[in-house]
């Protein structure tokens, strides 16, 4: 027996146990979600493989924000529309070579891909290496407790074949498509497989200081079979912020 | 309508694909006109958050003006086949590219004809809404 036929057979010999010891518990085992994944018609530079489902989820609402905030996200939009036209577009937090944080990687603009572990689910978003960590069957912590960050603290559980996740703790200054909101959004996730190789995420955003009423939307991954992961660091990042907030390109005098 | 059909089918392409940028607006750059750069590669800069191919061009007066040509994620790059050893200092090359609207010698490569001539894309988003007139600089 070879080498590598031999950690097959471990491998094999370790999911039966572990589907054994779910089936013993009177549990169905975890949809297996473990993989690359792409977004449908959204994920840049790649070619759909595999068989897509054809459904797609409903396109986006705009978020429900209460009157004093929609002005705010209105006029901002208003903003980069006219500095666009300009060309001179306003800086984002990626143009310093920010992540997205939640809930914006999981637009999925690069590849996902998808980790499950004993006791813990996950997600790594290609463009600048973005990390999530689901931590399955535990209690959210309470604001108090956890430090405000970029993905926030998430716990998981399955409910049947869907993953409900639970996020709270993202900071202020990590926008989603622009929209503000407060230390005390919570971001709810249902993701579940409508076909072996199609993933939908429900996400349904919270926040009762700045929108009316919840905000869902549902992304739809598709999966990438042959795929792996590339890296991606921010080696030589040319792009800037000038001091009016613009994003500026350093033309660098050392290359010529 | 066919024609109007498929006038919309464009107009919601670009719409989804504008915020399908990972890392900055290309705003910057002239979507009204392209320039094609003749020249030699002093540098094939294969990084994040974008690749660069660094460029002298000789003049009809003879001197040389060097450009920056800003390529997309290396990533992107990967993904529809390019790879880091395609491009070395010293290659004659082709370069169809969106120049700054600030002037500055800096352009976003659409296209690239390697040194053994064939032809590359780089996966830009939207990069239909650059119009191609391929003046040559």
Not at chain 1, 42 to 67: D, E, I
Not at chain 1, 115 to 124: E, F
Not at chain 1, 179 to 192: A, Q
Not at chain 2, 38 to 61: C, M, S, Y
Request: proline residues 8%; contains cysteine.
């Amino acid at each position: 027996m070879r080498a590598g036929e031999g950690g097959s057979l471990l491998a094999a010999a370790a999911g039966l146990l572990i589907v054994a010891s779910q089936a013993m518990a009177g549990q169905a085992p975890a949809p297996d979600i473990t993989g690359s994944w792409m977004r449908q018609g959204f994920t840049v530079g790649v070619r759909p493989g595999g068989q897509a489902n054809q459904s797609a989820p409903p396109p986006a609402p705009p978020p429900p924000l209460k009157p004093a905030y929609v002005k705010q996200w209105q006029d901002r939009l208003q903003a980069i529309r006219e500095a666009d036209a300009k060309g001179q577009p306003l800086a984002t937090n990626a143009v310093g070579c920010l992540p997205d944080g939640m809930p914006g990687m999981m637009t999925a603009v690069f590849p996902l891909e998808i980790l499950q572990s004993r006791g813990q689910i996950t997600i790594i978003e290609e463009a600048y290496t973005q990390v999530r960590r689901i931590l399955m069957d535990r209690p959210q912590k309470t604001p108090d407790d956890i430090e405000p960050g970029f993905f926030g603290h998430s716990v998981g559980r399955w409910e049947g074949d869907t993953l409900v996740v639970d996020t709270i703790g993202v900071k202020e200054n990590v926008r989603y498509q622009n929209v503000p909101h407060s230390k005390d959004m919570r971001i709810g996730e249902r993701m579940r497989l409508v076909a072996p190789d199609t993933l939908w995420n429900e996400i349904t955003i919270t926040d009762p200081e700045m929108l009316e009423k919840p905000w869902t939307f549902t992304f739809a991954y598709q999966r990438m079979k042959d795929y792996t992961l590339l890296e991606y660091i921010c080696e030589d990042n040319r792009e800037y912020s000038d001091d009016q907030g613009r994003q500026k390109i350093r033309v660098d005098p050392a290359q010529r | 309508m066919p024609r109007c059909t498929g006038m919309w089918a464009v107009a919601i392409v670009l719409a989804v694909s504008a915020p399908a940028l990972a890392h900055h607006s290309f705003a910057v750059y002239d979507h009204t006109r392209t320039i094609t750069l003749r020249g030699t590669v002093t540098k094939f800069q294969w990084t994040n958050p974008h690749g660069f191919i660094e460029l002298d061009v000789a003049q009809n007066d003879g001197k040389v003006t060097h450009f920056t040509v800003e390529l997309t994620s290396i990533n992107m790059m990967q993904r529809v086949g390019w790879r880091s050893n395609m491009i070395k200092a010293g290659d004659q090359i082709q370069v169809v590219a969106a120049p700054l609207l600030s002037g500055e010698p800096v352009a976003l490569g659409l296209e690239v004809v390697l040194a053994d001539g064939k032809t590359m894309s780089l996966p830009v988003p939207a990069v239909g809404s650059f119009k191609r007139t391929e003046t040559q600089e």
